[in-house]
Structures are given as structure tokens and as C-alpha cells.
């Protein structure tokens, strides 16, 4: 049994005209665990929406998105809201820190709506990803590269079994966004975790084994 | 990482709003408990203070104000009473002291009080506490001698072996200095009552100063009457106020003191009604102050919410913020309070004598605050539906 199983998954906007604008239309979609898949799709192509829709941000008009046996579409929004904080780690493309954190509480943070505050593990992770020295410093100290390290330890702080990476080197140089997604890969196995990772950068899908384009996969961003 | 350090966080962050919201919520809580206890304790204290005495004799006038003049040493005398009147209530078998006073005179706009040495020898101005002296000894009857309450001889600046010359009337005008010359012979230890403003002399040397009238000498501005039972005031009573229309007996003192936070309870209720506007102007501040700042913490609160964080937690935490600010300024509000309630305390024993503790117990001091924080809880309860109905994923990052 797959990790994730999405069926028939769709969402609908209404336009500021009134109309109504089909942005995910996806008939079906799985990933295994540990499995780690990249989504190609360019700009409107429906990523964003694709990826809050999995993790349980956005409701679906229809469809089922199906996380470690649990239909998160069904579930009332508390139970998402911790089925996401507890299976899901989530790293975006503007790394969305809190800046009034330091680097430490940024990870401790993702820990307290999850599984539980643990500062020995919360400082493991952001040693592993370089920053052991820049524990108590505020995101703002850090540079570009630095602070999407950290929003990569915040979303493997509660042992997710999925991260979903949402362009999550288009803010960075070629150089760090090498760097960042060899890191994100690598710690995703280290942490048993399945990534789906969602990219319109040819160079970063190119070090995928397995990549999916978006407008196949789905039938809104096709149209 | 707990609830109570992200509310911290978020204080912090807003430091200056955070400070200058509980500054006002302070100002109103300060000014809340103040007004209260000054008033309750005010008015416990004054209608305690009797001087030692159960009643005043005087001249046909006002209850309330005999015993403000010859209490409190406030207002003017409403009128002399013959010495007869004082040796027929002398000697009523009822009264256990009665103690003439006469009043008219100033020094400094300190009031030049002419009495008996009974004063010092008799009167226990709190119970079970006669006058001491800190400095010298009583004056003697018919001579040029003064013996100053404590607050005077602070004020003054006046000790013992010191000369003065009074001034004619109970306001100062350096015109109307008198030609004789006294020597102080004594201070008062602190009686925490309105004697401690006051200039005693002889009773002789007030009626007989050069410049007062002939019939002065015969006459005095009030009997300060001490009885052996209540029967017997309500009897004296009788016979001066229903049988009598010429003198006014003035008993029990608390009452007549009580008469006048009647007559002034209307001011009470209008401070109170400021200080309650301002407690709830505060308020209204907590919650534009928070409600605004939502505006700018979508994004933050939209990540949180990507974390995990309930809608409900997040509804929790800007109340706990708005508690948590309403708390700082409460705290900070017994500040507010010393200050006021010390300053009204000091302007009180100045201009009265009477001493209030402004740290003495008083219910206001936790129901005030207590009410505060509540109603700044509750003023926290529409930004945090503005928290509560943020849109994760508009304010997360932009639709792609």
C-alpha cells in the first residue's frame, strides 16, 4: 500500500469575475515510502495547490487524498491539522521562518505542533545540516542558502514520513540550490522519509530518478 | 516550547505597542484602585477621628460644621459660645471632660489653638494614647507659650525655645501680625490625627491677644465634650438641639463626618465612572492595538497553522496575549497606584492631619486588577476570530 494515494482529487477558485477556475485535476497519483519523486510544472500550473491539497491546507472540491492509510480529505480540520504536523514536513520555496525565532525555536516550533518538543533531536538535525553554530541566531543573520538548511531541519524535526518541497531552491544560486537538494535528498533517506519535491528547474528534476510532469498528471494544468 | 513562550515571543516582537498598551491599561488600573481606596479608606478614617472626644458644643450652626472646625481645624468657627455655656456643660454629672477651645488666630496659616493643659493631660487623641512630647513640655496656663503638633513643627520648621508672633485670623496675611511674642515650649510626638497641624496656646492667650474684641475674653469657639455614657449624648442632645435654639451639639462626631461623604458621594461616583471609562478605553486599546497588528501577522500565523497549529490554539494564544498584556499593566498598575494613593495620602495628612495607609488591605486591590485582565482577555476575543479565520494558504505563499 502506498505512503500517499491521491483519486480523483480536484479543486475549483472562483475568479474575481465570478467564474469558476479548475486549478487541480488530478485522476490518480501514488508514492511509496521512502520514495522520492519530482513534479515538473511550470508557473499556474497548479503545484502550490496540488501540494496544500496533500497536505491537508486546502480541502478538495472531490477526491481522496490518502496519507499512511488515513483519507486526510475526509478528516475534520483539527485531525488534519495534526496528521500534517505529525506525518508531514513541508519546506517552501520562500522557507517561510519565523524571523522573531531563532534557528533553534524555528525547528522546536515545527516540534511543539507535533510530536513533542525534543532539543536534543531538533539540535542533531540542524548539525546535520550545517548550522551547529548558528543555533541561537535569528533567520535574518543567515544567508539564503543558511536559512533553507534550517526550514530543511524544521520540516524532518517530527520524523515526518513524507516532506513536500515546493520549489524549494528557486530562491537559491545554482551553486546552494546543488547543494540544498542533495541535502534535502539526503536526509530524507537518512530519516526514512518519501519526498515529493515539485520544481519547474530542469537541473534539479535532472537529479531525480523518477520525475512527473504536472500538466500530465494533471488534467486542470493541461486544458 | 510552550503556548506561554510563543505569546512571549510575540510581546516581545511587538514590544512597543506591548509597552505602551499596558502603560495606558496600568494608568487605568492604578487610577481605578486608587480612587476606591483613598475614598473607602478615606472615609473609614475620617468618620474614626474624634480627637478623643464623643461631641462639640458650639454656636447654633451646622453639625457638620462644628465638628470640621473644632475636629478637624478646618472651615471657619461658626460662632463663639459664652463661658457660662461651657462651665454649665462642665458640669453635668454626664460628662466625663469637656475641654474649651478657641480658634481665630494663625501663625503661618498654621491655626493658633487656644485651650486648657487638660489637653495634654486628659486626652487620649487615639485609644488608649495620650499626647507625648518628642521635645520640652506642656505650656502654662496664662503665659506666652505655644506647644506645636508634630506636622506643624515639621512644616515650621520651628523647635523648642523658638519665638513667633502670631497673625490675627485663620488665613495668613503677613499684615496682620499680632504684637505678641510666644515661645515654643514643647513638640508633639505624631498623633495621626488632625492635632498634629495645629499651634496650641493658652486658652488666655487667645481671648485676651491685643486686637481681638473686649468680649473675646469672655468667650470660646467650641466645648470638646468627652462622656461616661451614649445615654448621656442622646440626652445632651435633647436638651441643646430639640429643647435649646441658641447652642448646637454635635454628636455622635462620625455622624456628622458621615454627612459629609453623603453630600460628596456624587464626586466618589463621577471618579469612579473616569476611572471605569478609562479602564475600558484601555481595553478598547489592547484590542486595536492586537487587531491591527493581525493585519500584518497573517503570514505568521498562516505558519504556524502549516505547523500544525490548531485555529483554536492560535485563538487561545492571542487571548493569552491579550491577558498577558492586560497583566503587565495590571502589575504595573500597584506602581500607578503607590504614587497616586501615597501623593493623596501626603495632600490628605497636609491639609487635614488625618493619615491613611496607602498599602492598608482593600478588597480593589485584587478585584481591580483581577476585573482588568478579565476585561482585556475579553478584548482580545475579536482580533483572535481574526487569527482564527486566517486563510492558510493565501496568506502562505502566493498560488502558483
Not at chain 1, 141 to 148: A, K, N, R
Not at chain 2, 344 to 359: C, K, M, S, Y
Amino acid at each position: 500500500m502506498p505512503l500517499l494515494e491521491i483519486t480523483d482529487l480536484r479543486k475549483s477558485f472562483i475568479t474575481p469575475d465570478g467564474a469558476t477556475h479548475t486549478v487541480v485535476d488530478v485522476p490518480t497519483f501514488a508514492l511509496g515510502e521512502h520514495e522520492q519523486i519530482a513534479l515538473s510544472g511550470e508557473s499556474g500550473s497548479g503545484k502550490t495547490t496540488f501540494l496544500h491539497l496533500i497536505a491537508g491546507i486546502l480541502r478538495p472540491d472531490a477526491g481522496r487524498v490518502t496519507l499512511a492509510g488515513r483519507e486526510m480529505s475526509a478528516l475534520p480540520e483539527s485531525e488534519r491539522d495534526r496528521l500534517r504536523a505529525t506525518h508531514i514536513g513541508y519546506i517552501f520555496q520562500t522557507f517561510n521562518l519565523l524571523q522573531g525565532y531563532t534557528c533553534l525555536e524555528n525547528v522546536l516550533l515545527g516540534m511543539k505542533f507535533g510530536r513533542g518538543v525534543d532539543h536534543a533531536f531538533a539540535i542533531s538535525l540542524l548539525k546535520r545540516v550545517g548550522l551547529a553554530d548558528k543555533l541561537n541566531h535569528s533567520p535574518r543573520q543567515l544567508s539564503t542558502g543558511q536559512q533553507q538548511r534550517v526550514a530543511v531541519a524544521r520540516a524532518l524535526a517530527n520524523r515526518p514520513q513524507l516532506v513536500l518541497a515546493d520549489e524549494p531552491t528557486g530562491n537559491l544560486d545554482h551553486a546552494n540550490a546543488r547543494e540544498s537538494l542533495a541535502l534535502i535528498r539526503e536526509t530524507c533517506r537518512e530519516n526514512s522519509a518519501a519526498l515529493l519535491l515539485v520544481s519547474h528547474d530542469r537541473e534539479v528534476l535532472a537529479q531525480f530518478e523518477q520525475v512527473r510532469d504536472l500538466k500530465q498528471l494533471n488534467r486542470a494544468a493541461a486544458q | 516550547m510552550t503556548l506561554a513562550h510563543i505569546v512571549a515571543k510575540s510581546l516581545r516582537q511587538h514590544a512597543f505597542s506591548t509597552v505602551v498598551t499596558a502603560a495606558s491599561i496600568a494608568l487605568a488600573t492604578g487610577l481605578l484602585m486608587a480612587v476606591w481606596a483613598v475614598k473607602t479608606q478615606a472615609n473609614q478614617t475620617f468618620t474614626g477621628v474624634s480627637g478623643g472626644f464623643d461631641a462639640v458644643l458650639g454656636a447654633r450652626s451646622a453639625k457638620l460644621q462644628l465638628v470640621l472646625n473644632a475636629i478637624f481645624h478646618l472651615e471657619e468657627s461658626p460662632g463663639n459660645l459664652a463661658w457660662r455655656d461651657f462651665e454649665e456643660i462642665q458640669r453635668n454629672p454626664s460628662v466625663a471632660l469637656a475641654l474649651p477651645i478657641a480658634v481665630g488666630d494663625n501663625y503661618h496659616g498654621y491655626r493658633l489653638i487656644g485651650t486648657t493643659t487638660n489637653l495634654f493631660t486628659e486626652v487620649e487623641p487615639q485609644p488608649k494614647r495620650k499626647f507625648a512630647f518628642t521635645s520640652g513640655r506642656a505650656f502654662n496656663a496664662g503665659y506666652a507659650e505655644a506647644v506645636l503638633g508634630s506636622f506643624a513643627a515639621q512644616r515650621l520648621g520651628l523647635k523648642v525655645g523658638d519665638k513667633f508672633h502670631p497673625y490675627h485670623g485663620l488665613l495668613f496675611d503677613e499684615k496682620q501680625q499680632h504684637a505678641e511674642t510666644y515661645v515654643v515650649t514643647g513638640i508633639l510626638a505624631p498623633s495621626n490625627t488632625p492635632a498634629d497641624r495645629v499651634i496650641w496656646i493658652p486658652l488666655e492667650g487667645l481671648q485676651n491677644m491685643k486686637g481681638h474684641s473686649a468680649q473675646t475674653a469672655s468667650e470660646i469657639s467650641a466645648v470638646l465634650v468627652k462622656l461616661r455614657s451614649p445615654i448621656a449624648g442622646k440626652q445632651l442632645d435633647t436638651l441643646y438641639n430639640k429643647q435649646g435654639n441658641r447652642l448646637t451639639f454635635a454628636w455622635p462626631i462620625a455622624q456628622a463626618i458621615a454627612q459629609l461623604f453623603d453630600k460628596i458621594a456624587w464626586f466618589d461616583r463621577v471618579l469612579a465612572l473616569v476611572a471605569w471609562l478609562v479602564a475600558l478605553v484601555a481595553s478598547a486599546s489592547i484590542l486595536a492595538s492586537l487587531y491591527n497588528s493581525m493585519n500584518e501577522r497573517r503570514r505568521e500565523i498562516a505558519i504556524l497553522r502549516a505547523l500544525g497549529a490548531h485555529r483554536s490554539t492560535l485563538f487561545g494564544a492571542v487571548v493569552l496575549e491579550s491577558a498577558a498584556i492586560a497583566s503587565l499593566g495590571a502589575i504595573a498598575g500597584f506602581l500607578v497606584y503607590g504614587a497616586i494613593a501615597t501623593g493623596a495620602a501626603a495632600i490628605i495628612r497636609a491639609q487635614v492631619g488625618v493619615v491613611l495607609d496607602p498599602w492598608a488591605w482593600n478588597p480593589v486591590l485584587v478585584w481591580a486588577p483581577v476585573g482588568i485582565i478579565a476585561s482585556g482577555a475579553a478584548a482580545g476575543i475579536v482580533p483572535a476570530l481574526k487569527a482564527y479565520r486566517t486563510d492558510v494558504a493565501e496568506n502562505l505563499v502566493p498560488h502558483s
